[in-house]
């Protein structure tokens, strides 16, 4: 090497050239817990049919288009005048003492601090600061920790931002280099795209590499929805925008046109009625998982759907493919087999700096479609001037519905009541019918979610409601046809909140009667997916205290429960009661912005002493009295929930106790568990 070599070139060829380390075994004693299961989720059958996955595509020239975007900024970035200083932390870390792995969140985590965030910051200073003198970065590889799935773990490159909206940047002092109209698009993008790109991450056991390995399907794709038979179809939302230019421009150039077909939309039910779905393999005979590439495609596609990425990196350490999804043929062109520790032609440093530089130009490039899309819909005279691009696109950036062709039925529209506490007699009719009707029809209906099919959950037991708590249950049939006159529509909004063994989701029943008319009901369901059996015992258990509470009588401030449903394909199961209001800490954070006290008036304080007290005599112990398990509704209506740790046969100095703690709560005091150390 020559002595006047300039010291740059020396930190760029570092950095270009830069491969990851080779990967360490397995600690053995980790082997056991790290079997995969499958990754498909309740939530990955029910992404809107304009939104699926349908064909997968083997494109090998992937690596060498993310080699030729590298070159590419790189060189403007010299030319601009404004080299990367050595100093400046940009080059890869020295760093081998790699420890054995125990899980994916070992091989994520080795990503992240051997490349994911030197790499990001390289972009970051292409993009964003380029004059900016220290290391530092606008975005943030963000690690998530599922401690229920070791096998699998997700990442994401994101905009770093405050956790709460409105959301600002949380760059630190880079903000103060970086233009304001760029600081501008920033908060824009962290507000859009919550995730830029998509990671999934498995174990490099012969199990994690067979996901990688396994390409069999290039062509159509077939994707998992729920086996519902004869429920209508909902006609879906229009697809989303591309990035007119880009890495995706480059792809779509290499591969053939494909001839886009014009998809039809049952929309009328069954007249026979409903046929449940039928359990998958795994659920029905236990059997173990056999690793299906198609299974991990379908559920980081959902991912990146949801989020609106258009990369998907597969990475288990040893092995790595890059994904790019093309939204408006529903494709994801899929790259060749990448070796992290030995590439050549590019190496890894380059390959990945071309990676983030594409992902980066393609969330700017559809920011910019978006924008305009915004402004020609909001300017009366430029909206009605349209070009032969929108034209074209129209279908793509327009948020209209799909116009129906004469191949589709529509059904006469039902006569819908929504059932109120004020109509005594519809909502008699509602919990007659949520308590005596053996399926539940589930259905997803926001953001990217909108069920082709839904789900069919099977009651495990009777209603909790007065009146229906003593009847008989017989296990309902799970093969038989069922009439309107038999199953209730569920249609659930976003996730409320996130417990210990479950998520909350609110919903509106539909309920068809004769003739022709149907009754809605708001309500909520807990679901707990996982399929350990602590959390779906905890359930159980807290489905047993409703029942016991029914059979006491005379109980104040519970929610009406009609019943604990399972899931007939993925086995999660669901627990259905009426809506019951907003807990106190949320009430309280929207009056004043704050949650350690919660305020509550002279009368919530009496019905919740009431109703804690008629608890108690009902035989039946809380134990976690807090601000988050009390909600009140618009009608100051107050209700205690979450019975999940419930016990029964508490002592009276327990009972006693937990009264003080509510108490504590309701007095402005705060939350704690000193009424429960003993």
């Known amino acids: 090497m020559s002595e006047d070599r300039d010291p740059f070139e020396d930190a760029l060829e570092q950095t270009l050239d830069f491969n990851m380390s080779r990967l360490l075994d397995l600690r053995p004693d980790y082997l056991e817990f790290l079997d995969p299961t499958c990754p498909i989720s309740f939530y990955d059958r029910h992404l809107d049919s304009n939104l699926i996955l349908k064909h997968v595509e083997y494109m090998p020239c992937i690596v060498q288009l993310l080699s030729e975007v590298c070159e590419e900024e790189i060189t403007s970035l010299v030319a601009g005048g404004r080299p990367f200083n050595p100093q400046e ?58 401690r229920t799935q070791l096998f699998m773990t ?24 970086i233009a304001d109209a760029d600081a501008d698009r920033l908060r824009d993008l962290a507000a859009r795209s919550p995730e830029l790109a998509t990671w999934e991450f498995y174990v490099p056991t012969s199990s ?12 159509n794709f077939k994707w998992e929805t729920s086996r519902t038979v004869g429920h209508p179809k909902i006609i879906p939302l ?49 059997r173990p998982y056999r690793v299906d590439f198609a299974h991990y495609l379908q559920h980081a ?63 700017l490039e559809r920011q910019k479609r978006f924008q305009s899309t915004e402004r020609i819909a909001h300017d009366p005279i430029v909206g009605n001037k349209r070009s032969s691009e929108d034209l074209e696109n129209s279908e793509d950036t327009r948020s209209k519905r799909p116009k129906l062709d004469d191949s589709i039925s529509v059904p ?46 099977i009651r495990l ?44 989701h609110r919903g509106s029943a539909d309920i068809r009667l004769e003739p022709g008319r149907k009754l809605s009901h708001s309500l909520t369901v807990k679901f707990v997916f996982s399929m350990d059996e602590e959390a779906r015992n905890k359930l159980r258990h807290e489905y047993s205290i409703y029942q016991h509470l029914a059979s006491a009588g005379g109980v104040e401030g519970i929610l009406c429960v009609y019943g604990l449903f399972e899931d007939i394909e993925s086995g999660a199961l669901a627990l259905i009661m009426d809506e019951g209001g907003t807990t106190l800490t949320r ?49 100051n209506e107050v209700f205690i929930i979450d019975f999940d740790q419930a016990e029964l046969g508490a002592s009276p100095d327990a009972l006693s106790r937990e009264l003080l703690c509510m108490k504590h709560i309701v007095d402005a005091k705060g939350d704690t568990d000193s009424y429960y150390s003993t």
């Open 89 to 146: 932390g940009y080059l890869p870390p020295n760093n081998h003492e790699i420890q054995p792995f125990r899980d994916s969140w070992d091989v994520a985590d080795r990503y992240k601090e051997n490349a994911g965030q030197f790499l990001h910051s390289i972009v970051s200073k292409l993009y964003f600061h380029p004059d900016y003198q220290k290391r530092g970065s606008v975005f943030d590889f963000n690690v998530v920790r599922d």
């Open 154 to 177: 997700s990442a994401q490159l994101r905009v770093r931002r405050t956790h709460y909206k409105p959301y600002d940047l949380a760059v630190g002092e880079v903000l103060e280099h």
């Open 208 to 219: 994690g590499e067979k996901v990688l390995k396994t390409l069999r399907n290039t062509g």
């Open 238 to 286: 229009s697809r989303p925008m591309d990035a007119n230019n880009g890495l995706l421009e480059k792809l779509l150039k290499k591969r053939p046109k494909m001839r886009r077909t014009q998809d039809k939309y049952n929309t009328r039910s069954n007249s026979a009625g409903v046929i449940p779905s039928r359990p998958s393999q795994y659920t029905k005979n236990k």
């Open 301 to 363: 596609w959902t991912r990146a759907a949801v989020n609106d990425a258009t990369f998907i990196v597969f990475n288990c350490g040893k092995f790595e493919r890059i994904g790019v999804r093309h939204r408006t043929s529903q494709t994801l062109f899929l790259s060749d087999i990448i070796n992290p520790t030995s590439c050549q032609n590019p190496a890894y440093g380059k390959l990945h700096i071309g990676l983030h530089a594409a992902i980066i130009m393609d969330a």
């Open 412 to 457: 006469e529209p039902l006569t819908d009541t929504k059932a109120s506490q004020n109509n005594v007699e519809d909502l008699n009719t509602v919990r007659a019918a949520l308590s005596t009707r053996n399926l539940a029809l589930m259905n997803l209906r926001y953001g990217a979610y909108r069920s082709p099919v839904p789900s069919s959950f």
């Open 461 to 504: 037991g009777p209603s909790c409601a007065a009146g229906f708590n003593d009847m008989p249950f017989e296990a309902p049939n799970r093969k038989m046809t069922y009439s309107s006159a038999q199953y209730f529509s569920l249609t659930l909004s976003e996730p409320m909140g996130w417990g210990a063994i479950g998520v909350i």
């Open 587 to 635: 009430r309280e954070v929207a009056r004043t912005g704050s949650s350690e006290v919660v305020h509550t008036s002279e009368t919530e304080r009496k019905a919740l002493a009431r109703a804690l007290k008629s608890i108690h005599r009902a035989g039946v112990r809380h134990k976690d009295i807090r601000s988050d398990n009390i909600l009140v509704n618009a009608d």
